[in-house]
């Protein structure tokens, strides 16, 4: 079946680092791969998506690339800020399914 | 911009009362989920519904049921609560590919279940 693994957490940064959270995948189709963020004590937002090989889903400063060859889609983001404190979750949705499956979430924790 | 609505946020019921939450897509949308979330855990998708039917069905026990009414908003009932029951109960919406959407969820902020 479909599945998702992400980095285990807390990753712990200082402001103004660089970010990595890596996400791989396994899918029988040719899925969606999307990122969602989950602030405390809140629900899950939308970050970024991607919908085809070599696409780059950005917002806020985030990004992801769909890379097929090494089933991935890893979150970057160039310089980090304590806002961006979260969980996120890597997550896809596999073709002609609209339901998501997701990893375990990563905790980021930024210290000014 | 209108986001999914769900209510109530939070919820507090004894072992083996029965609770109902509910959840309103943002409009235009016709497909509804259902994810729970436990503690620190991932979300788990329980059922799905596309104009007002059942169109997918993950782990979701047999004492939950669901549906989705002619307004598109939906109702997540649940009996026989269990202390393990207490999670984070998540709704989202999509505009389906069928009619037109890219079927990307948009989730509400949850309700809390706490089972004492």
């Known amino acids: 079946g479909d599945s998702v693994t992400q980095m285990e957490g807390p990753v712990t940064l200082s402001e103004e680092a660089f970010l990595t959270i890596n996400c791989t995948y396994t899918?029988?189709?040719?899925?969606?791969l999307f990122w969602y963020v989950q602030y405390p004590g809140e629900g899950l937002q939308l970050l970024l998506k991607a919908t085809k090989a070599d696409d780059k889903g950005s917002n806020k400063g985030f990004e992801a690339t769909y890379r097929k060859e090494t089933t991935s889609f890893h979150l970057e983001k160039g310089s980090v800020q304590v806002s961006d404190s979260a969980v996120y979750f890597c997550a896809l949705s596999d073709e002609g399914y609209s339901t998501l499956t997701f990893g375990k979430g990563t905790m980021l924790l930024v210290s000014p | 911009a209108a986001g999914v609505i769900q209510s109530p946020r939070h919820l507090m019921k004894e072992k083996r009362e029965t609770a109902t939450l509910k959840c309103y897509p943002i409009?235009?949308?016709?497909?509804v989920y259902w994810y729970q979330q436990g503690p620190g855990q991932d979300p788990q998708f329980l059922i799905s519904?596309?104009?007002?039917?059942?169109?997918d069905k993950g782990s979701i026990p047999d004492r939950f049921s669901a549906q989705q009414f002619s307004d598109y908003h939906s109702e997540l009932n649940m009996s026989s609560l269990e202390l393990g029951d207490s999670a984070l109960y998540f709704c989202?919406?999509?505009?389906?590919?069928?009619?037109?959407?890219?079927?990307?969820?948009?989730f509400g902020p949850g309700t809390r279940l706490t089972v004492l």
């Open positions: 409009p235009r949308h016709d497909t």
């Open positions: 989202a919406s999509s505009f389906s590919v069928r009619d037109g959407g890219t079927d990307t969820q948009y």
């Open positions: 899918a029988t189709g040719y899925p969606s």
């Open positions: 519904f596309y104009e007002k039917m059942q169109s």
